[in-house]
Protein backbone atom coordinates (compact mmCIF):
# COMPACT_ATOMS: atom_id res chain seq x y z
CA UNK A 1 0.00 0.00 0.00
CA UNK A 2 1.40 3.42 -1.09
CA UNK A 3 -1.00 5.64 0.56
CA UNK A 4 0.51 7.13 3.74
CA UNK A 5 -2.14 8.03 6.37
CA UNK A 6 -1.60 10.12 9.80
CA UNK A 7 -3.72 7.84 11.24
CA UNK A 8 -5.12 4.46 10.87
CA UNK A 9 -7.40 3.14 13.31
CA UNK A 10 -8.04 -0.98 12.99
CA UNK A 11 -10.60 -2.69 14.11
CA UNK A 12 -11.39 -0.78 17.13
CA UNK A 13 -13.78 -2.62 19.87
CA UNK A 14 -14.62 -1.55 23.44
CA UNK A 15 -17.00 -2.49 25.88
CA UNK A 16 -18.48 -0.66 29.02
CA UNK A 17 -19.53 -3.38 31.56
CA UNK A 18 -20.14 -6.42 28.46
CA UNK A 19 -22.21 -4.27 26.55
CA UNK A 20 -19.93 -3.25 23.27
CA UNK A 21 -20.05 0.52 22.02
CA UNK A 22 -17.71 -0.26 19.32
CA UNK A 23 -17.29 -2.97 17.40
CA UNK A 24 -14.51 -3.42 14.96
CA UNK A 25 -14.51 -0.01 14.06
CA UNK A 26 -11.96 1.58 10.84
CA UNK A 27 -11.12 5.14 11.06
CA UNK A 28 -8.49 6.37 8.38
CA UNK A 29 -7.50 10.18 8.16
CA UNK A 30 -4.58 11.27 5.65
CA UNK A 31 -2.25 14.91 6.55
CA UNK A 32 -4.44 17.87 6.15
CA UNK A 33 -7.99 15.83 5.43
CA UNK A 34 -11.07 16.20 7.07
CA UNK A 35 -13.35 13.87 7.83
CA UNK A 36 -16.45 13.60 8.46
CA UNK A 37 -17.47 11.16 11.99
CA UNK A 38 -21.26 10.66 11.44
CA UNK A 39 -23.77 8.07 13.10
CA UNK A 40 -26.83 8.29 15.04
CA UNK A 41 -26.93 8.77 19.07
CA UNK A 42 -25.34 6.88 20.73
CA UNK A 43 -23.90 5.33 17.59
CA UNK A 44 -20.09 5.40 19.50
CA UNK A 45 -18.51 8.90 17.91
CA UNK A 46 -17.44 10.16 21.06
CA UNK A 47 -15.97 6.66 22.48
CA UNK A 48 -13.94 6.43 19.50
CA UNK A 49 -12.65 9.60 20.33
CA UNK A 50 -11.68 8.95 23.31
CA UNK A 51 -10.16 5.64 22.22
CA UNK A 52 -8.16 7.96 20.47
CA UNK A 53 -7.01 10.98 22.71
CA UNK A 54 -6.34 8.19 24.97
CA UNK A 55 -8.74 9.36 27.51
CA UNK A 56 -9.26 5.54 27.11
CA UNK A 57 -6.09 4.22 27.72
CA UNK A 58 -4.02 1.65 25.27
CA UNK A 59 -5.21 -2.01 27.44
CA UNK A 60 -8.87 -0.76 28.02
CA UNK A 61 -9.87 -1.55 24.26
CA UNK A 62 -8.97 -4.04 21.58
CA UNK A 63 -7.53 -3.21 18.08
CA UNK A 64 -4.24 -0.67 16.85
CA UNK A 65 -3.69 2.29 15.99
CA UNK A 66 -1.17 4.28 13.96
CA UNK A 67 0.10 7.30 14.13
CA UNK A 68 2.35 8.53 11.52
CA UNK A 69 3.16 4.69 10.32
CA UNK A 70 3.93 3.64 13.64
CA UNK A 71 1.77 2.07 16.32
CA UNK A 72 0.68 4.31 18.97
CA UNK A 73 -0.18 2.72 22.66
CA UNK A 74 -0.98 5.69 24.65
CA UNK A 75 -1.51 5.58 28.16
CA UNK A 76 -2.24 9.37 29.14
CA UNK A 77 -3.70 11.94 27.21
CA UNK A 78 -0.79 13.88 27.46
CA UNK A 79 0.80 11.41 25.54
CA UNK A 80 -1.56 11.55 22.41
CA UNK A 81 -1.57 15.16 23.17
CA UNK A 82 2.49 15.34 22.59
CA UNK A 83 1.96 13.37 19.59
CA UNK A 84 0.45 16.12 18.17
CA UNK A 85 -3.84 14.96 18.83
CA UNK A 86 -5.94 17.63 20.48
CA UNK A 87 -9.19 17.08 20.92
CA UNK A 88 -12.12 19.32 21.70
CA UNK A 89 -14.77 17.27 23.58
CA UNK A 90 -18.42 17.37 23.10
CA UNK A 91 -19.17 18.75 26.74
CA UNK A 92 -16.72 21.91 27.17
CA UNK A 93 -14.03 21.09 29.92
CA UNK A 94 -13.19 24.04 30.74
CA UNK A 95 -12.67 25.66 33.97
CA UNK A 96 -14.90 28.29 34.92
CA UNK A 97 -13.18 30.21 37.57
CA UNK A 98 -9.81 29.80 36.07
CA UNK A 99 -8.61 33.15 33.44
CA UNK A 100 -8.40 32.12 29.85
CA UNK A 101 -4.49 31.82 29.69
CA UNK A 102 -4.64 29.33 32.64
CA UNK A 103 -7.33 27.13 30.78
CA UNK A 104 -4.95 27.55 27.70
CA UNK A 105 -1.96 26.51 29.31
CA UNK A 106 -3.47 24.08 32.01
CA UNK A 107 -0.65 20.84 32.75
CA UNK A 108 1.44 23.58 29.89
CA UNK A 109 2.22 26.31 32.78
CA UNK A 110 4.93 28.80 31.34
CA UNK A 111 6.78 29.53 34.59
CA UNK A 112 10.34 31.04 35.12
CA UNK A 113 12.49 30.81 38.26
CA UNK A 114 9.84 28.58 39.83
CA UNK A 115 6.89 31.33 39.77
CA UNK A 116 4.02 30.77 36.71
CA UNK A 117 4.81 33.36 34.52
CA UNK A 118 1.43 34.83 34.55
CA UNK A 119 2.53 38.13 31.88
CA UNK A 120 4.24 35.32 28.96
CA UNK A 121 0.92 33.22 29.58
CA UNK A 122 -1.27 36.10 29.04
CA UNK A 123 0.79 37.10 26.05
CA UNK A 124 1.20 34.01 24.45
CA UNK A 125 -2.59 33.87 24.50
CA UNK A 126 -3.19 36.76 23.09
CA UNK A 127 -0.99 35.59 20.32
CA UNK A 128 -2.79 32.22 19.77
CA UNK A 129 -5.76 33.65 20.03
CA UNK A 130 -4.90 36.21 17.45
CA UNK A 131 -4.09 33.64 14.78
CA UNK A 132 -7.58 32.90 15.14
CA UNK A 133 -8.78 36.58 14.50
CA UNK A 134 -10.29 36.80 18.13
CA UNK A 135 -9.37 39.86 19.30
CA UNK A 136 -11.82 40.87 21.72
CA UNK A 137 -10.82 38.27 24.34
CA UNK A 138 -8.98 39.18 27.74
CA UNK A 139 -6.88 36.42 28.71
CA UNK A 140 -6.75 37.66 32.14
CA UNK A 141 -10.39 37.47 32.85
CA UNK A 142 -12.22 34.28 34.17
CA UNK A 143 -13.62 31.97 30.79
CA UNK A 144 -17.14 32.31 32.73
CA UNK A 145 -17.09 35.52 31.23
CA UNK A 146 -17.67 34.77 27.28
CA UNK A 147 -20.15 32.68 25.44
CA UNK A 148 -19.87 29.06 24.26
CA UNK A 149 -18.77 30.81 21.04
CA UNK A 150 -15.91 32.04 22.67
CA UNK A 151 -15.16 29.28 24.99
CA UNK A 152 -15.16 27.21 21.83
CA UNK A 153 -11.99 29.48 20.27
CA UNK A 154 -10.40 29.11 23.79
CA UNK A 155 -10.43 25.46 22.89
CA UNK A 156 -8.66 26.05 19.75
CA UNK A 157 -5.93 27.70 21.19
CA UNK A 158 -5.01 25.61 23.26
CA UNK A 159 -5.24 22.63 20.59
CA UNK A 160 -3.09 25.44 18.51
CA UNK A 161 -0.19 25.70 21.68
CA UNK A 162 0.58 22.05 21.51
CA UNK A 163 0.77 22.29 17.66
CA UNK A 164 -1.65 19.82 16.84
CA UNK A 165 -1.24 17.79 13.88
CA UNK A 166 -4.81 16.24 13.95
CA UNK A 167 -7.87 17.97 16.03
CA UNK A 168 -10.72 16.18 16.69
CA UNK A 169 -14.17 18.36 17.31
CA UNK A 170 -16.57 16.66 18.62
CA UNK A 171 -20.20 18.11 18.02
CA UNK A 172 -18.51 21.56 18.23
CA UNK A 173 -21.03 23.91 17.19
CA UNK A 174 -24.43 22.82 18.77
CA UNK A 175 -24.13 25.70 21.57
CA UNK A 176 -22.93 28.67 18.77
CA UNK A 177 -24.79 30.92 16.85
CA UNK A 178 -24.71 31.20 13.38
CA UNK A 179 -21.61 33.91 13.07
CA UNK A 180 -19.53 31.78 15.23
CA UNK A 181 -20.57 28.87 13.64
CA UNK A 182 -19.23 30.79 10.09
CA UNK A 183 -16.05 31.98 12.47
CA UNK A 184 -15.27 28.16 13.11
CA UNK A 185 -15.79 26.56 9.72
CA UNK A 186 -13.82 29.29 8.09
CA UNK A 187 -10.93 28.54 10.85
CA UNK A 188 -11.26 24.68 9.67
CA UNK A 189 -10.51 25.51 6.44
CA UNK A 190 -7.65 27.74 7.09
CA UNK A 191 -5.97 25.45 9.32
CA UNK A 192 -7.08 22.47 6.71
CA UNK A 193 -4.43 24.70 3.64
CA UNK A 194 -1.85 24.80 6.37
CA UNK A 195 -1.82 20.84 6.73
CA UNK A 196 -3.58 19.99 9.74
CA UNK A 197 -5.83 17.18 9.67
CA UNK A 198 -9.43 17.13 11.27
CA UNK A 199 -12.32 14.74 12.09
CA UNK A 200 -15.16 16.34 12.90
CA UNK A 201 -18.41 15.08 14.13
CA UNK A 202 -21.43 16.22 13.93
CA UNK A 203 -25.24 16.19 13.57
CA UNK A 204 -25.63 19.41 12.11
CA UNK A 205 -25.11 17.85 7.85
CA UNK A 206 -24.51 20.44 6.10
CA UNK A 207 -21.72 21.67 8.32
CA UNK A 208 -20.44 17.74 7.70
CA UNK A 209 -20.80 18.48 3.61
CA UNK A 210 -18.77 21.79 3.69
CA UNK A 211 -15.86 20.50 5.07
CA UNK A 212 -15.36 17.09 5.16
CA UNK A 213 -13.26 15.61 2.66
CA UNK A 214 -14.49 12.38 3.40
CA UNK A 215 -16.81 10.72 5.81
CA UNK A 216 -17.61 7.81 8.24
CA UNK A 217 -20.33 6.69 9.39
CA UNK A 218 -20.91 4.17 12.52
CA UNK A 219 -23.46 2.85 13.81
CA UNK A 220 -24.69 0.73 16.64
CA UNK A 221 -20.78 0.52 17.15
CA UNK A 222 -20.68 -0.82 13.85
CA UNK A 223 -18.33 0.44 10.93
CA UNK A 224 -20.82 1.02 8.45
CA UNK A 225 -19.24 2.95 4.95
CA UNK A 226 -16.19 5.45 3.82
CA UNK A 227 -16.93 7.48 0.98
CA UNK A 228 -15.45 10.78 -0.36
CA UNK A 229 -17.93 13.72 0.13
CA UNK A 230 -17.80 14.14 -3.63
CA UNK A 231 -19.99 10.91 -3.59
CA UNK A 232 -22.41 11.95 -0.74
CA UNK A 233 -24.77 14.58 0.21
CA UNK A 234 -26.74 15.26 3.78
CA UNK A 235 -29.75 12.64 2.16
CA UNK A 236 -27.19 9.87 1.92
CA UNK A 237 -25.11 10.31 5.08
CA UNK A 238 -29.08 10.66 6.97
CA UNK A 239 -29.76 6.93 4.80
CA UNK A 240 -26.43 5.57 5.81
CA UNK A 241 -26.66 6.60 9.45
CA UNK A 242 -30.07 5.11 9.75
CA UNK A 243 -30.46 2.48 7.64
CA UNK A 244 -32.82 3.57 5.44
CA UNK A 245 -33.95 6.72 3.09
CA UNK A 246 -35.83 9.47 5.53
CA UNK A 247 -37.99 11.17 3.17
CA UNK A 248 -40.55 13.40 5.38
CA UNK A 249 -38.23 14.93 8.55
CA UNK A 250 -41.75 16.75 9.91
CA UNK A 251 -43.68 14.18 10.66
CA UNK A 252 -46.83 16.92 10.68
CA UNK A 253 -50.04 15.67 12.01
CA UNK A 254 -53.51 17.76 12.05
CA UNK A 255 -54.62 19.06 15.48
CA UNK A 256 -57.15 20.63 16.73
CA UNK A 257 -56.45 24.52 18.02
CA UNK A 258 -58.90 25.43 20.86
CA UNK A 259 -58.90 28.09 23.42
CA UNK A 260 -56.39 30.66 24.80
CA UNK A 261 -54.57 28.79 27.54
CA UNK A 262 -51.40 30.47 28.55
CA UNK A 263 -51.68 34.46 28.15
CA UNK A 264 -48.66 36.56 29.14
CA UNK A 265 -48.92 40.51 29.11
CA UNK A 266 -46.43 42.75 28.52
CA UNK A 267 -43.51 41.06 30.25
CA UNK A 268 -40.61 43.03 30.64
CA UNK A 269 -36.94 41.49 32.79
CA UNK A 270 -33.70 42.82 32.81
CA UNK A 271 -30.19 41.74 32.47
CA UNK A 272 -28.92 39.49 35.83
CA UNK A 273 -25.51 41.56 35.53
CA UNK A 274 -26.67 44.99 34.06
CA UNK A 275 -29.65 45.74 35.57
CA UNK A 276 -29.82 48.75 33.34
CA UNK A 277 -30.35 46.54 29.97
CA UNK A 278 -34.17 45.30 29.23
CA UNK A 279 -33.56 41.44 27.82
CA UNK A 280 -37.22 40.73 26.94
CA UNK A 281 -38.83 43.82 26.46
CA UNK A 282 -42.84 44.39 27.07
CA UNK A 283 -43.98 41.23 25.40
CA UNK A 284 -46.87 40.12 25.28
CA UNK A 285 -48.31 36.23 23.62
CA UNK A 286 -51.20 33.93 23.80
CA UNK A 287 -51.06 30.46 23.23
CA UNK A 288 -53.95 28.01 22.53
CA UNK A 289 -54.54 24.54 23.63
CA UNK A 290 -52.96 22.40 21.29
CA UNK A 291 -51.21 24.67 19.66
CA UNK A 292 -47.11 24.57 18.73
CA UNK A 293 -45.53 27.96 19.14
CA UNK A 294 -42.68 28.33 17.67
CA UNK A 295 -40.05 30.93 18.77
CA UNK A 296 -37.77 31.90 16.69
CA UNK A 297 -34.86 34.78 16.58
CA UNK A 298 -31.41 35.23 16.91
CA UNK A 299 -29.12 33.90 19.76
CA UNK A 300 -29.43 36.66 22.67
CA UNK A 301 -32.89 38.03 21.29
CA UNK A 302 -34.08 37.03 24.50
CA UNK A 303 -35.82 33.94 23.83
CA UNK A 304 -35.01 32.03 26.62
CA UNK A 305 -34.91 34.62 29.26
CA UNK A 306 -39.07 35.12 28.30
CA UNK A 307 -39.99 31.51 28.20
CA UNK A 308 -37.62 30.97 31.40
CA UNK A 309 -39.85 34.11 33.07
CA UNK A 310 -42.72 32.24 31.90
CA UNK A 311 -41.47 28.95 34.06
CA UNK A 312 -40.34 31.14 36.97
CA UNK A 313 -37.03 30.06 36.36
CA UNK A 314 -35.61 33.34 35.55
CA UNK A 315 -33.38 34.82 38.31
CA UNK A 316 -34.58 38.56 38.44
CA UNK A 317 -37.92 40.00 39.15
CA UNK A 318 -40.39 40.76 36.07
CA UNK A 319 -42.47 43.23 35.23
CA UNK A 320 -46.11 42.31 33.71
CA UNK A 321 -48.93 39.75 34.00
CA UNK A 322 -49.65 36.02 33.70
CA UNK A 323 -52.39 34.48 32.73
CA UNK A 324 -53.78 30.89 32.98
CA UNK A 325 -57.21 29.99 31.87
CA UNK A 326 -57.49 33.62 31.54
CA UNK A 327 -57.10 34.44 35.39
CA UNK A 328 -53.90 35.70 36.53
CA UNK A 329 -51.12 33.38 38.28
CA UNK A 330 -48.33 33.67 40.15
CA UNK A 331 -45.48 32.07 38.89
CA UNK A 332 -42.26 33.19 41.10
CA UNK A 333 -40.38 29.64 40.71
CA UNK A 334 -40.18 26.54 39.24
CA UNK A 335 -42.50 24.82 41.45
CA UNK A 336 -45.15 27.27 41.45
CA UNK A 337 -45.27 26.61 37.35
CA UNK A 338 -45.07 22.98 37.68
CA UNK A 339 -48.13 23.29 39.90
CA UNK A 340 -49.89 25.58 37.87
CA UNK A 341 -49.18 22.93 34.80
CA UNK A 342 -46.36 24.50 32.78
CA UNK A 343 -42.92 22.43 32.32
CA UNK A 344 -40.18 23.32 30.84
CA UNK A 345 -36.92 21.51 28.89
CA UNK A 346 -34.00 23.81 29.75
CA UNK A 347 -31.86 25.01 27.09
CA UNK A 348 -28.59 23.81 29.27
CA UNK A 349 -29.17 20.36 29.89
CA UNK A 350 -25.92 19.90 32.17
CA UNK A 351 -26.42 23.02 33.66
CA UNK A 352 -30.55 22.41 35.42
CA UNK A 353 -31.88 19.63 33.10
CA UNK A 354 -30.10 16.52 34.89
CA UNK A 355 -28.72 15.33 38.07
CA UNK A 356 -25.48 13.49 36.54
CA UNK A 357 -24.71 10.98 38.78
CA UNK A 358 -28.17 9.42 39.44
CA UNK A 359 -29.43 6.85 37.36
CA UNK A 360 -31.02 7.85 33.68
CA UNK A 361 -34.54 6.39 34.90
CA UNK A 362 -34.52 8.26 38.68
CA UNK A 363 -33.79 11.62 36.51
CA UNK A 364 -36.70 10.08 34.43
CA UNK A 365 -39.35 10.17 37.12
CA UNK A 366 -37.97 12.35 39.96
CA UNK A 367 -40.49 15.37 39.18
CA UNK A 368 -43.23 12.51 39.76
CA UNK A 369 -42.16 10.29 42.49
CA UNK A 370 -45.53 10.82 44.23
CA UNK A 371 -47.07 9.17 41.78
CA UNK A 372 -45.19 5.68 42.41
CA UNK A 373 -45.54 6.20 46.92
CA UNK A 374 -47.88 3.91 48.65
CA UNK A 375 -47.76 4.34 52.20
CA UNK A 376 -44.93 6.98 52.30
CA UNK A 377 -42.86 4.15 50.42
CA UNK A 378 -42.05 4.41 46.64
CA UNK A 379 -43.53 1.22 44.85
CA UNK A 380 -40.05 0.71 43.12
CA UNK A 381 -41.11 -2.07 41.01
CA UNK A 382 -44.37 0.61 39.60
CA UNK A 383 -41.68 3.26 38.97
CA UNK A 384 -39.03 0.81 37.17
CA UNK A 385 -41.97 -0.06 34.62
CA UNK A 386 -42.56 3.57 33.85
CA UNK A 387 -39.29 4.29 33.29
CA UNK A 388 -39.16 1.26 31.16
CA UNK A 389 -41.84 2.30 29.18
CA UNK A 390 -40.14 5.44 28.79
CA UNK A 391 -37.50 4.24 27.34
CA UNK A 392 -39.01 1.98 24.60
CA UNK A 393 -40.89 5.24 24.02
CA UNK A 394 -38.37 7.27 23.18
CA UNK A 395 -35.98 4.53 22.29
CA UNK A 396 -33.55 6.15 24.50
CA UNK A 397 -30.45 3.80 24.24
CA UNK A 398 -29.03 2.49 27.42
CA UNK A 399 -27.38 -0.63 28.98
CA UNK A 400 -29.03 -0.36 32.47
CA UNK A 401 -31.97 2.16 33.35
CA UNK A 402 -30.14 2.71 36.41
CA UNK A 403 -26.68 3.68 34.87
CA UNK A 404 -25.81 7.30 35.53
CA UNK A 405 -27.23 9.32 32.94
CA UNK A 406 -23.82 11.21 32.25
CA UNK A 407 -22.70 7.64 30.62
CA UNK A 408 -25.35 8.17 28.14
CA UNK A 409 -24.42 9.71 24.90
CA UNK A 410 -25.47 13.40 24.84
CA UNK A 411 -28.61 12.93 22.16
CA UNK A 412 -29.94 10.37 24.53
CA UNK A 413 -29.33 12.48 27.90
CA UNK A 414 -31.93 14.65 26.28
CA UNK A 415 -34.33 12.18 25.55
CA UNK A 416 -34.11 11.84 28.62
CA UNK A 417 -34.45 15.30 29.90
CA UNK A 418 -37.42 15.35 27.85
CA UNK A 419 -39.25 12.44 29.35
CA UNK A 420 -38.75 13.78 32.82
CA UNK A 421 -40.86 16.99 31.39
CA UNK A 422 -43.74 15.13 29.53
CA UNK A 423 -44.23 12.55 32.58
CA UNK A 424 -45.68 15.19 34.67
CA UNK A 425 -48.57 15.66 31.98
CA UNK A 426 -48.19 19.58 31.60
CA UNK A 427 -50.53 21.59 30.00
CA UNK A 428 -48.24 24.28 28.63
CA UNK A 429 -44.80 22.49 27.30
CA UNK A 430 -42.23 24.83 27.24
CA UNK A 431 -38.94 23.18 25.38
CA UNK A 432 -35.73 25.11 24.68
CA UNK A 433 -33.87 24.10 21.89
CA UNK A 434 -34.89 20.30 22.30
CA UNK A 435 -33.42 18.78 19.63
CA UNK A 436 -30.15 20.06 20.21
CA UNK A 437 -27.28 17.34 19.88
CA UNK A 438 -30.10 14.83 18.82
CA UNK A 439 -29.53 13.08 15.42
CA UNK A 440 -32.21 13.11 12.74
CA UNK A 441 -33.66 10.20 13.62
CA UNK A 442 -34.02 10.78 17.42
CA UNK A 443 -35.67 14.74 16.16
CA UNK A 444 -38.04 12.50 14.28
CA UNK A 445 -39.40 10.77 16.98
CA UNK A 446 -39.10 13.96 18.85
CA UNK A 447 -41.38 15.51 17.02
CA UNK A 448 -43.81 13.03 16.69
CA UNK A 449 -44.15 13.25 20.56
CA UNK A 450 -44.73 17.20 20.07
CA UNK A 451 -47.44 16.04 18.02
CA UNK A 452 -49.16 13.74 19.92
CA UNK A 453 -48.56 16.08 22.96
CA UNK A 454 -50.33 18.68 20.92
CA UNK A 455 -53.34 16.51 19.81
CA UNK A 456 -54.46 16.01 23.43
CA UNK A 457 -54.52 19.43 23.76
CA UNK A 458 -51.13 20.36 25.22
CA UNK A 459 -50.13 23.69 24.27
CA UNK A 460 -46.04 23.54 23.52
CA UNK A 461 -44.27 26.50 23.06
CA UNK A 462 -40.84 25.69 21.42
CA UNK A 463 -37.68 28.19 21.09
CA UNK A 464 -35.39 27.36 18.27
CA UNK A 465 -32.22 28.07 16.48
CA UNK A 466 -33.24 25.81 13.57
CA UNK A 467 -35.15 27.69 11.62
CA UNK A 468 -35.99 24.23 9.31
CA UNK A 469 -37.39 22.70 12.58
CA UNK A 470 -39.22 26.05 13.59
CA UNK A 471 -40.81 25.95 10.18
CA UNK A 472 -41.14 22.57 10.12
CA UNK A 473 -43.41 22.02 13.10
CA UNK A 474 -44.94 25.03 14.16
CA UNK A 475 -48.37 26.34 14.05
CA UNK A 476 -47.80 30.17 14.86
CA UNK A 477 -44.20 31.39 15.18
CA UNK A 478 -43.42 34.37 17.09
CA UNK A 479 -40.11 36.36 16.06
CA UNK A 480 -37.90 38.11 18.88
CA UNK A 481 -35.17 40.18 18.22
CA UNK A 482 -33.05 42.51 21.47
CA UNK A 483 -36.04 40.93 23.59
CA UNK A 484 -38.98 42.46 21.69
CA UNK A 485 -41.70 41.33 19.51
CA UNK A 486 -40.91 41.51 16.11
CA UNK A 487 -43.13 39.34 14.14
CA UNK A 488 -46.33 37.08 14.76
CA UNK A 489 -47.03 34.99 12.13
CA UNK A 490 -49.21 32.04 10.99
CA UNK A 491 -46.83 29.10 9.69
CA UNK A 492 -48.81 29.48 6.46
CA UNK A 493 -46.07 29.36 3.85
CA UNK A 494 -44.02 31.45 5.61
CA UNK A 495 -40.52 31.57 4.80
CA UNK A 496 -37.11 31.27 6.84
CA UNK A 497 -36.77 34.82 5.12
CA UNK A 498 -38.85 36.03 6.37
CA UNK A 499 -38.66 35.18 9.64
CA UNK A 500 -34.31 35.61 9.26
CA UNK A 501 -36.28 39.54 8.13
CA UNK A 502 -38.29 39.73 11.34
CA UNK A 503 -35.67 38.83 13.44
CA UNK A 504 -32.94 41.56 12.12
CA UNK A 505 -35.94 44.32 12.21
CA UNK A 506 -36.98 44.44 8.64
CA UNK A 507 -40.81 44.08 7.61
CA UNK A 508 -41.60 43.61 10.98
CA UNK A 509 -45.50 42.24 11.02
CA UNK A 510 -47.21 42.24 14.09
CA UNK A 511 -50.59 40.51 13.62
N1 LIG B 1 -18.76 5.66 30.52
C1 LIG B 1 -19.71 4.90 29.96
N2 LIG B 1 -20.33 3.92 30.65
C2 LIG B 1 -21.27 3.13 30.07
N3 LIG B 1 -21.69 3.26 28.80
C3 LIG B 1 -21.13 4.24 28.06
C4 LIG B 1 -20.12 5.11 28.60
N4 LIG B 1 -19.75 5.98 27.63
C5 LIG B 1 -20.49 5.66 26.54
N5 LIG B 1 -21.32 4.62 26.79
C6 LIG B 1 -22.26 4.01 25.85
O1 LIG B 1 -21.60 3.79 24.61
C7 LIG B 1 -22.45 4.07 23.51
C8 LIG B 1 -21.79 5.08 22.59
O2 LIG B 1 -21.80 6.36 23.21
P1 LIG B 1 -21.13 7.64 22.56
O3 LIG B 1 -21.16 8.70 23.58
O4 LIG B 1 -19.82 7.28 21.97
O5 LIG B 1 -22.17 7.98 21.38
P2 LIG B 1 -22.14 9.17 20.31
O6 LIG B 1 -22.08 8.53 18.96
O7 LIG B 1 -21.07 10.12 20.65
O8 LIG B 1 -23.60 9.81 20.49
P3 LIG B 1 -24.12 11.37 20.50
O9 LIG B 1 -24.34 11.74 19.08
O10 LIG B 1 -25.42 11.31 21.22
O11 LIG B 1 -23.10 12.19 21.20
C9 LIG B 1 -23.75 4.56 24.11
O12 LIG B 1 -24.67 3.50 24.12
C10 LIG B 1 -23.38 4.96 25.52
O13 LIG B 1 -24.47 4.81 26.41
MG1 LIG C 1 -21.09 12.05 21.33
Known sequence: MSESFLLEMKNISKSFSGVKALDGIHLQVRPGECVGL????????????????????????????FWEGRELKATSIRETEKAGIAIIHQELMMVPHLSVAENI?????????????????????????????????NPALPVLNYSGGKQQLIEIAKALNKNAKLLILDEPTSALTSSEIRTLLDLIKQFKAEGMACVYISHKLEEVAEIADTVTVIRDGAHIGTKPMAELNTASIVTMMVGREMKNLYPKEDHAIGEVILEARNITCWDVTNPNRKVVDNVSLKIRKGEILGIAGLVGAGRTELVSTLFGAYPTAHQGTIHLDGREVSIRTPRDAVRAGICMVPEDRKKSGILPIIGVGHNMTVSVLSRFARFGLIDEHQELAQIQAEILRLKIKTADPMLPIASLSGGNQQKAVLSKMMLPEPRVLILDEPTRGVDVGAKYEIYKLIFALAKTGVAVLMVSSELPEVLGISDRVLVIGEGQLRGDFVNDNLTQEQVLAAAIGHAAQVA
Open 105 to 137: FLGNEISSHGFLDYDAMNARAQELLAKLNVHDI
Open 38 to 65: CGENGAGKSTLMKVLSAVYPYGTWEGEI
